[in-house]
């Protein structure tokens, strides 16, 4: 059998450096290697004297060694067929193939629409790195090490140097404005995060945040509750109504969680809101005194609110969509309905 296999890939060259120029030696071509009598056919006549145990590897031999000899005389038929392309044979005046016009992704669409209603209430855009160290996502945010609030946001580490990681939320970013001490501060932080998460419907190894922050004197949780009334307002429309629930993050005092009215069923109870009604959308609150100390902010003199949310959830509930695995999957059949929106 080796002395076939060798015979084959001899072919192989033989075919690889032929020029086919004319169609005599196309059809000359097609019966030496293609005709009922060419060699493809004797080799495969050659399989009766394989051993058994060796046919298997010997057909795959064969057939790929067919498919080459077919794909040589099919891509010189073609050019036979059409004949070469000369240069001035194009028309440079006719109109070119249509260019197939993409669309923003929804998670980008649904950015971009935070973005301008904060940017009229005056945030500016912060922006800062996804790999940080310990300091700035944890520490400084009032999460020390061995805190049990930081099993909730599991992280992936680089192994090099523990120090690092994949931040797990956008509020690294407000430690470094913070830390600048340029106040007062009011900006928002949109960006990727990452959680040590199994990937299902509901959750995945990556997101995206907004997250935002606003410190000045006298700055109250009335302002914090204003301007998330304007925004939920802004975003779903005047009928939405919201609810403030207490909660807790360690680095806001008091915390909440915001809620809006179900928009798949305005209130009255189904599948998306769990029969509740309410949906949750975001968690707020006002700094914690320690994180604004941690960053060299005048805590008896300065006060401020943050809040955070993640932009797949506000996604799903616009569109509703309802597996966050769509977004990353990058299938046209998905992003093709988003090329309307703007
Ligand atoms: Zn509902």
Same mark, same amino acid.
């Given at each position: 059998m080796d002395q076939i296999v060798q015979q084959i890939a001899a072919y192989r060259q033989e075919i690889e450096s032929l020029e086919i120029g004319s169609p005599q030696q196309l059809e000359e071509y097609r019966i030496k290697f293609l005709g009922t009598k060419g060699i493809v056919k004797a080799l495969f006549g050659e399989m009766r004297n394989v051993p058994n145990e060796q046919k298997k590897a010997f057909g795959q031999v064969l057939n790929e060694f067919k498919q080459f000899a077919e794909a040589k005389y099919e891509g010189a038929k073609e050019v036979a067929d059409n004949g070469p392309q000369a240069a001035d044979d194009i028309d440079l005046s006719l109109p070119g193939?249509? #260019?197939?016009?993409?669309? *923003? =992704?929804?998670?980008?669409?649904?950015r971009k629409r935070i973005?301008? +209603?904060? =940017? *009229?209430?005056?945030?500016?855009v912060a922006d800062g790195p996804e790999v940080e160290d310990d300091w700035h996502n944890f520490t400084a945010l009032n999460l020390p090490e061995h805190h049990p609030a930081r099993d909730m946001q599991d992280t992936f580490y680089i192994s090099q140097n523990p120090d690092w990681l994949l931040r797990t939320h956008t509020s690294n970013v407000q430690t470094r404005e913070m830390e600048k001490g340029q106040l007062p501060i009011r900006i928002i932080c949109p960006?990727?995060?990452?959680?040590?998460?199994? +990937?299902? /419907?509901? /959750? =995945?190894?990556?997101? =995206?945040?907004?997250?935002g922050l606003y410190i000045d004197e006298h700055v109250s949780f009335? $302002?914090?509750k204003q301007t998330l009334y304007f925004f939920v307002q802004e975003l779903?429309?005047?009928?939405?109504?919201? *609810?403030? *629930?207490?909660?807790?993050?360690?680095?806001?005092?008091?915390?909440?969680?915001? $809620?809006?009215?179900? #928009?798949?069923c305005g209130g009255k109870g189904c599948r998306?809101?769990? %029969?509740?009604?309410?949906?949750?959308? #975001?968690?707020?609150?006002?700094? %914690?005194?320690?994180? #604004?100390?941690?960053?060299?902010?005048? /805590?008896?003199?300065y006060t401020g609110y943050a809040f955070g949310m993640g932009i797949e959830r506000i996604t799903m509930l616009q569109y509703g969509i309802n597996d966050?695995?769509?977004?990353?999957?990058?299938?046209?059949r998905f992003l093709k309905q988003f090329t309307g929106a703007v």
């Open positions: 193939d249509p #260019l197939v016009a993409g669309s *923003r =992704h929804p998670i980008n669409l649904v973005i301008d +209603i904060f =940017h *009229r209430l005056g945030f500016a960006g990727r995060v990452y959680r040590n998460e199994t +990937i299902s /419907a509901r /959750a =995945h190894c990556f997101f =995206h945040q907004v997250e009335a $302002d914090l779903f429309g005047k009928d939405v109504k919201v *609810r403030f *629930r207490p909660s807790y993050f360690p680095f806001t005092e008091p915390s909440a969680e915001m $809620d809006i009215s179900c #928009l798949i998306v809101c769990k %029969h509740s009604g309410w949906v949750e959308i #975001l968690g707020c609150g006002m700094v %914690h005194p320690r994180v #604004l100390e941690n960053c060299g902010i005048d /805590a008896n003199k966050l695995r769509l977004f990353s999957e990058n299938d046209l």
